[in-house]
C-alpha cells in the first residue's frame, strides 16, 4: 500500500517539504520533528487514517468521495471501534477523542492543498493559500470542535495547542497524498510539498502572532495573503 509506506517515510520526507532559504519554513519544520512525529498517540491515529482515509472511493468515481468516506466513519460507528482499540493500548480518553475527530476531518479534507484530482494543480503548485485554506477549515463545524473555538468577554478564542496539531495534520496528509500521486513527476511532486510547507509556515507565524483570537489570525492572514501573491 503506497499510503503506508508514505506515512513510515514521513519523517524523511521534511527534507523534501521545505525550502532551505525560508526561515519561517524552517521553524516550522522543526516545530514537526519536535512534537507531532514523536507521539505515539498521533503514529496510532496516522495508521487509522490510512486504512480509512479512501473508504468514499467504495462509491465509485465521484467528486465527494473525501466527504462520503468521511460520513461512513460515522455510519459504520468506526470512531467506537478505533477508541477502543486506541483506548486497550493505554492511552488517555480525552486524547483518543481528539485523535479520532483528526481522523475524521483529514479524511473529508485530506486534500486541503487543492482537490482530490492532480490536474487541478497547476505546474506542480497548489491551488489554495493561506487564507482559503484557513476559512475553508474555519467553516467546518467540526474543525470548530477541534480547534475548542469558544467566545470570552466577546472575543472568538482557539487552542494554541489544538491548532499546532491541525497544522501537523494538515502537513501530514498534504506529504502522503502528494508523495504517492503517480500523476506528478518527483520535481513537481517536490514543487507541491514546498507550496503546501510555504501555506502551513505562514499559518503557524500567523497563529503565534494572533493571540490566539480568531478574528486576529483571520485578518493576519488574509493581509499577508493578498501582500504576497501564491506562486504556482
Not at 119 to 128: E, H, V
Not at 131 to 148: G, H, I, K, P
Request: proline share 2%.
Amino acid at each position: 500500500m503506497n499510503a503506508l509506506r508514505a506515512t513510515l517515510r514521513v519523517p524523511l520526507l521534511l527534507d523534501r517539504f521545505i525550502d532551505p532559504g525560508d526561515d519561517d519554513q524552517k521553524r516550522f519544520v522543526q516545530f514537526l520533528r519536535s512534537g507531532f512525529f514523536r507521539s505515539e498517540l498521533q503514529a496510532g491515529c496516522q495508521l487509522i487514517w490510512v486504512f480509512v482515509h479512501n473508504l468514499g472511493k467504495i462509491a465509485g468515481n465521484r467528486d465527494d468521495y473525501d466527504e462520503q468516506g468521511r460520513s461512513w466513519i460515522d455510519e459504520w460507528l468506526l470512531g467506537h471501534i478505533m477508541h477502543k482499540t486506541l483506548q486497550e493500548l493505554g492511552f488517555n480518553p480525552d486524547d483518543i477523542s481528539q485523535g479520532i475527530l483528526a481522523v475524521k476531518i483529514f479524511t473529508g479534507h485530506q486534500h486541503w492543498y487543492g482537490g482530490g484530482q492532480s490536474d487541478d494543480l497547476q505546474s506542480g503548485g497548489i491551488c489554495r493559500g493561506a487564507y482559503q485554506a484557513l476559512e475553508t477549515f474555519l467553516n467546518d463545524s467540526e474543525v470548530q470542535r477541534f480547534l475548542q473555538i469558544n467566545r470570552y468577554m466577546d472575543i472568538l478564542w482557539f487552542s494554541k495547542e489544538a491548532f499546532e496539531l491541525l497544522l501537523t495534520w494538515m502537513a501530514f496528509t498534504a506529504m502522503v497524498n502528494i508523495s504517492v500521486d503517480a500523476a506528478r513527476t518527483e520535481d513537481e511532486q517536490h514543487v507541491s510539498l514546498t507550496a503546501c510547507c510555504k501555506v502551513l509556515s505562514e499559518l503557524y507565524e500567523a497563529s503565534n502572532n494572533s493571540g490566539y483570537q480568531v478574528e486576529k489570525l483571520v485578518e493576519i492572514v488574509r493581509q499577508d495573503d493578498t501582500a504576497k501573491p501564491r506562486e504556482k
